[in-house]
T-cell receptor
Framework: NAGVTQTPKFQVLKTGQSMTLQCAQD?????MSWYRQDPGMGLRLIHY???????DQGEVPNGYNVSRSTTEDFPLRLLSAAPSQTSVYFC???????????FGQGTRLTVV | ELKVEQNPLFLSMQEGKNYTIYCNYS?????LYWYRQDPGKSLESLFV?????AVKQEGRLMASLDTKARLSTLHITAAVHDLSATYFC????????????FGAGTRLTVKP
């Protein structure tokens, strides 16, 4: 059972480039979310989804887009990368909003 | 402004000692989560607390929730080195805001 799989693990982008962070889960979880983790600030919610076709914004959504076409996948898109988006990104999934969440291994993104 | 405050942020303790980590939050919520993160690793769910007075225990860790005081505690009993990690609390912000706010984390070091 793979759980939550994120790719890539590391990425360096130039300012203005775009990219997609992939997140896939094989637990048939309805609830998926993306967070960024910056030093000393804990995690901050970027976007979340309560099921296929349904997404909503979290605390820090600007500069990021998401879509949820299937239950399994929840990609995060950076349309025009900025240095302020340098961070570690975590994807998480859970059966429901109030159940135990499972996190991916993270993507360390550097924007230069 | 919604705030989730953990204290202490850094905790160094000796093996065998007891200590408590506090998580205060500034909004109405009866859903609180505790996570553990080892250096350079992902987050692991520890406890899900969903009602006032909820208490959960796993090994040397016990978590409780007082929604009236907007306070959750994570109590460590007879600490061992393996408990060294960063511990985060997270508060589920109910509609209409629909957010998940994390504390900044408590970095725990248990020394022999």
């Amino acid at each position: 059972n793979a759980g939550v799989t994120q790719t890539p693990k590391f990425q360096v982008l130039k300012t203005g480039q775009s990219m997609t962070l992939q997140c896939a889960q094989d637990m048939n979880h309805e609830y998926m979310s993306w967070y960024r983790q910056d030093p000393g600030m804990g995690l901050r919610l970027i976007h979340y989804s309560v099921g296929a076709g349904i997404t909503d914004q979290g605390e820090v959504p600007n500069g990021y887009n998401v879509s949820r076409s299937t239950t399994e996948d929840f990609p995060l898109r950076l349309l025009s990368a900025a240095p302020s988006q340098t961070s570690v990104y975590f994807c998480a999934s859970s059966y429901g909003r109030t159940t135990e969440a499972f996190f991916g291994q993270g993507t360390r993104l550097t924007v230069v | 402004e919604l705030k989730v405050e953990q204290n202490p942020l850094f905790l160094s303790m000796q093996e065998g000692k007891n200590y408590t980590i506090y998580c205060n939050y500034s909004t109405t919520s009866d859903r609180l989560y505790w996570y553990r993160q080892d250096p350079g690793k992902s987050l692991e769910s520890l406890f899900v607390l969903l009602s006032n007075g909820a208490v959960k225990q796993e090994g040397r860790l016990m978590a409780s929730l007082d929604t009236k005081a907007r306070l959750s505690t994570l109590h460590i009993t007879a600490a061992v080195h393996d408990l060294s990690a960063t511990y985060f609390c997270a508060v589920d912000i109910l509609p209409p805001n629909n957010d998940m706010r994390f504390g900044a984390g408590t970095r725990l070091t248990v020394k022999p």
